[in-house]
C-alpha cells in the first residue's frame, strides 16, 4: 500500500524563547569587560573608591592567563562577600537620583559580576581591625565556596584567570593581538599621573622589574617624570581655565601641554573629568589644531588635562565601559580650552613659528572654530574671515522646493595647512559678549515666572528623574519614570524647552553663522510656496508682495533681533547669523524660511512682553526636534526606490533613458539619499538622547498644559506588565 506522503508543510516561523539567565549574564558582561585592558579599569576603579594609596597590577599573557590587582584600601565586609558579585549590587548608589552627583567611578554594581561571568575571580580582602582576612573564589555571580579566614595585608587583591574561557572568539581574536599589555601599560601611567596622591605599580608576572612605577608624590611635574620620562616633563607648560560666571557653563581645567621642543609621532592626550579618564574627541581635535596652527613642527602635543564641573552637567551614564561622558555645553568649554591653550602658546617663550606666521594673514576658511562668539569688529582677522565649512546653508538646486540643508558633516574637516588653522583659532578665542542689563528687562522677568507659575509639579519631577528607553516611533519617545513607562512627544518637549532657554539666554546668546548670508526674500518665497501647491504659480505677485514687504519689517527690527536674540539681519535683507539656544546643537536648516515667514506673520510687534513672547516661541519651533523632511528610511523604504522618483527629482538625470531602463531600475535604491536619509535621522535621535534629555533634566519646567495635550501619555507601569508576564 502506498503511504500518501504530507505535503511539504511551509516554513514555520522559529520559536520564540526566553534566554536561559546565565546566557543573558554572559551577553551583559562581555560588553562591560570587552578586553582584558577593560577589566584593569574597572578594578583600578575599585581600588579608588576604596581610598587606596597603593595599587599593583600584575598581569600574565597580556591579561588572558592571569589579571590581579591589589590595593590597600578599605576593604570589603565579610557579610557583604556572599553578594560581592551578584550583578547590581553597589555600595556606591542607591537612588536613581544619586547618579546626577555621583563622585565614585562605579556605580553599576556590574564590573565584579561581569568579570565572574567571563572568568574565574578570586578574592581575598580584610577590612579595618580584623586580625585575618578572607579569600573567597567566584563563579557567574555567586561564591564557589564559603569564605576561607586567611592571612592578609590590608586592603584588597583581585584576581582574574582565564578571562574569556567560555567566549572562544574573544579569546582568539585577542590571542592574536600582542598590544593588551601595552594598553594596561598605558591604562596604569594614565591613571599615575592624575592620581598623584596614589603610588602606582604594573609589572609583567615574573618580571623582576615593573614597567609603571610610581610614589604618592604632591607634585603632578613629577608623577609625569617617573612616568613618561624626563624627555616629556621638561618640555611641559602648566595650563589653566575657568569660568566663574554662573551665568554661563561652570568649570575648572588645570593641566599640562608640551611646548614647541616636544616632538612625537602621535598626540598622547590624558583627560580626566571629574577624575574620571574619558575620551573627548572633539576636544582633541580643537587642541590639535590649535597646535598645528601655532606650532607645526610640534604639532602632536602631550596633553594632561583635568576638568571639573558640576556633577549635575556631566552625564556618566552614556557608555557601557564609561569611556566617554556626556557633557552639558561642551561645545563652550571647549571654546574656552582651545583658547587658553592658544594664549599659553603664543606667550610661552620658544614659540617662534607663531608671529612669522601671524604677518600673513590667511584669507583661506577656518575649519576649526564651531561658534562663534560676539563678532568684534575691530578684530581684523573676524572682518575677513570666513565660516566654517560645516556651517554653510546650501540650496539644492535639483530640488525643485529648493530646500535648504545644514549640511554638517560627521566628523568636523581635517585641518588643511597652518594658516587656515589660525584663524580658527583667531575666531575662538574672540572676546564674550558681555552681559546686557537689558537681560534686566521685566517683561522677560515676567515671562519667566510665567513659566514657573505654570509649571506642573508631577511633570516635572517625570522629567528629571525619567530615563529615556529609546524612540518608539518618529514622533514619541518611550521613558521609564518609577515603575512607570510613558510616551512623551519629542517635539512639543523640544520645542517648550527651546522656548524656555531663548528666553533664560535672552540678550546673551553665542552665535551660529551662516557661511553665506541668506536672503530672506528668497527663504520667504520658498517658505509660501511651501505652504501652498507648488505648481500653482497665479499668486506669484502677491507672494512677491508679501516677501517684501516681511523683509523691510524685519530690516526695521533687525537691531533689536540681533541684540537681544543673535538673530542678525544685514542692510541688504540677508539673514546671517543664528543664536545657539542649546549648546552642541544646531536646528535643521530645512526650517529657516518656515521660521523667517513666522518671524514676519506671527510676531507681534507691538507690545514688548507679547513680542518677545512671540520672537520666543517662533524660535522655539524652528528649533525643536521635528523629524527631518526625508521620510524615515527604517519605514518607508519605498520612497527611496529610484522608480517613484523619476519625473521629480531624478528626472534631470534619467530624463533620457528609454522606459525599459526605467523599469529595470523600479527596484533600485537611491543609495546616496538613503544615506543622507538615515543620517538624518540617527543625527536626531543622537540630539534627542544626548542634548535633548539631558538639558531637559536640568532646565525644563513642564507647563500645565503638556499634562492633558497628549505630550505624555502613561503607557503602562511595570507592575501592570509583570502581570500580564506572569499570566502568559
Ligand atoms: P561598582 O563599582 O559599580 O559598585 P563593582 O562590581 O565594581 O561595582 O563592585 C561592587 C562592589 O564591591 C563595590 O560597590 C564595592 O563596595 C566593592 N568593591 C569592589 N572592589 C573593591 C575593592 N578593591 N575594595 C573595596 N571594595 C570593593
Ligand atoms: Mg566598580
New binding site residues.
Given amino acids: 500500500m502506498d503511504v500518501e506522503t504530507p505535503p511539504p508543510c511551509p516554513k514555520e516561523p522559529p520559536k520564540i524563547h526566553r534566554l536561559d539567565q546565565s546566557v543573558v549574564n554572559r551577553i551583559a558582561a562581555g560588553e562591560v569587560i570587552q578586553r582584558p585592558v577593560s577589566a584593569v579599569k574597572?578594578?583600578v576603579?575599585?581600588?579608588l573608591?576604596?581610598s587606596?594609596t597603593s595599587i599593583s597590577v600584575v598581569v600574565k599573557d597580556g591579561g588572558l592567563k592571569f589579571i590581579q590587582?591589589s590595593?590597600d584600601?578599605?576593604?570589603?565586609r565579610y557579610e557583604?562577600l556572599p553578594i560581592?558579585?551578584e550583578r547590581h549590587?553597589?555600595?556606591?548608589?542607591s537612588a536613581f537620583e544619586d547618579l546626577e552627583t555621583i563622585k565614585?567611578?562605579?556605580?553599576?554594581?556590574?564590573?565584579?559580576?561581569?568579570?565572574t561571568y567571563v572568568g574565574h575571580v578570586t578574592?581575598t580582602?580584610i577590612t579595618e581591625g580584623q586580625l585575618h582576612g578572607y579569600r573567597v573564589s567566584y563563579r557567574d555571580g555567586a561564591m564557589e565556596n564559603e569564605p576561607k579566614a586567611c592571612a592578609a595585608v590590608k586592603?584588597?587583591q583581585?584576581m582574574i584567570e582565564n578571562l574569556f574561557f567560555n567566549m572562544s572568539a574573544r579569546r582568539k581574536t585577542l590571542q592574536n593581538s600582542a598590544d593588551d599589555y601595552s594598553k594596561i601599560v598605558d591604562l596604569i601611567s594614565r591613571f599615575a599621573i592624575h592620581h598623584i596622591n596614589v603610588g602606582f605599580s604594573c609589572r609583567k608576572h615574573g618580571a623582576a622589574r615593573p614597567d609603571v612605577h610610581t610614589v604618592a608624590t604632591s607634585s603632578r611635574i613629577d608623577a609625569i617624570r617617573s612616568v613618561y620620562g624626563v624627555v616629556v616633563a621638561r618640555d611641559l607648560l602648566s595650563i589653566t581655565a575657568a569660568e566663574n560666571d554662573p551665568s554661563r557653563p561652570v568649570f575648572e581645567m588645570n593641566g599640562f601641554i608640551s611646548n614647541s621642543n616636544y616632538s612625537a609621532k602621535k598626540i598622547t592626550m590624558v583627560l580626566f573629568i571629574n577624575d574620571r579618564l574619558v575620551e573627548c574627541t572633539s576636544l582633541k581635535r580643537a587642541i590639535e589644531v590649535v597646535y598645528t596652527a601655532t606650532l607645526p613642527k610640534a604639532s602632536k602635543p602631550f596633553i594632561y588635562m583635568s576638568i571639573v564641573l558640576p556633577p549635575e552637567h556631566v552625564d556618566v551614564n552614556i557608555h557601557p565601559t564609561k569611556k566617554e561622558v556626556s557633557l552639558l555645553y561642551q561645545e563652550s568649554i571647549i571654546e574656552n580650552i582651545q583658547a587658553a591653550v592658544e594664549l599659553k602658546l603664543r606667550n610661552s617663550d620658544t614659540v617662534r613659528t607663531f608671529h612669522t606666521q601671524t604677518t600673513h594673514p590667511s584669507t583661506s576658511a577656518p575649519l576649526g572654530a564651531r561658534r562663534d562668539n560676539q563678532i568684534n569688529s575691530s578684530d581684523p582677522v573676524s572682518k575677513s574671515q570666513k565660516v566654517p565649512v560645516h556651517k554653510v546653508v546650501r540650496t539644492d538646486t535639483l530640488d525643485p522646493m529648493g530646500r535648504l540643508h545644514a549640511y554638517l558633516p560627521a566628523k568636523p574637516p581635517r585641518q588643511q595647512g597652518g594658516n587656515s588653522c589660525l584663524t580658527a583659532v583667531r575666531c575662538a578665542v574672540r572676546r564674550r559678549r558681555n552681559p546686557k542689563e537689558s537681560a534686566d528687562l521685566t517683561s522677560i522677568q515676567e515671562l519667566l515666572s510665567e513659566i514657573d507659575s505654570n509649571c506642573h509639579s508631577g511633570l516635572l519631577d517625570i522629567v528629571k528623574h525619567c530615563t529615556f528607553i529609546g524612540m518608539a516611533d518618529d514622533l514619541f519617545a518611550l521613558l521609564q519614570y518609577n515603575t512607570h513607562l510613558y510616551l512623551v512627544n519629542v517635539v512639543n518637549l523640544s520645542k517648550e524647552l527651546m522656548y524656555q532657554q531663548v528666553l533664560r539666554r535672552f540678550a546673551h546668546f553665542n552665535a551660529i553663522q551662516l557661511s553665506e548670508p541668506a536672503p530672506l526674500p528668497e527663504l520667504i518665497m520658498m517658505a509660501l510656496k511651501e505652504d501652498v501647491d507648488p505648481e500653482c504659480s497665479e499668486n506669484d505677485d502677491l507672494k512677491e508682495k508679501i516677501a517684501e514687504m516681511n523683509t523691510e519689517l524685519l530690516k526695521q527690527k533687525a537691531e533689536m533681533l540681533d541684540e537681544y536674540f543673535s538673530i542678525h539681519i544685514d542692510q541688504k535683507g540677508n539673514l546671517s547669523r543664528l543664536p545657539v539656544i542649546l549648546d552642541q546643537y544646531t536646528p535643521d536648516m530645512d526650517h529657516v524660511p518656515e521660521f523667517v515667514l513666522c518671524l514676519g506673520n506671527d510676531v507681534d510687534w507691538e507690545e514688548e512682553k507679547n513680542c518677545f513672547r512671540t520672537i520666543s516661541a517662533a524660535l522655539g519651533n524652528f528649533y525643536a526636534m521635528h523629524s527631518p523632511l526625508l521620510p524615515n528610511p527604517g519605514e518607508n523604504l519605498q520612497f527611496y526606490k529610484k522608480e517613484k522618483q523619476l519625473g521629480t527629482r531624478e528626472d534631470k538625470r534619467d530624463g533620457c533613458k528609454s522606459l525599459e531602463d526605467n523599469s529595470a531600475m523600479e527596484n533600485e535604491i537611491d543609495e546616496e539619499l538613503i544615506s543622507e536619509a538615515a543620517t538624518a535621522w540617527a543625527q536626531r535621535e543622537w540630539n534627542i538622547q544626548h542634548v535633548l534629555f539631558p538639558s531637559m533634566r536640568l532646565f525644563l519646567k513642564p507647563p500645565n498644559s503638556m499634562a492633558t495635550n497628549g505630550t505624555f501619555v502613561q503607557v503602562t507601569s511595570m507592575e501592570k506588565l509583570y502581570k500580564i508576564f506572569e499570566r502568559c
Fill in positions: 574597572e578594578l576603579e575599585n581600588s573608591d576604596a587606596a590587582v590595593d584600601g578599605h576593604g570589603i557583604d560581592l558579585c549590587t553597589t555600595s556606591k548608589l565614585s567611578m562605579g556605580f553599576r554594581g556590574e564590573a565584579l559580576a561581569s568579570m578574592v580582602t586592603g584588597t583581585i
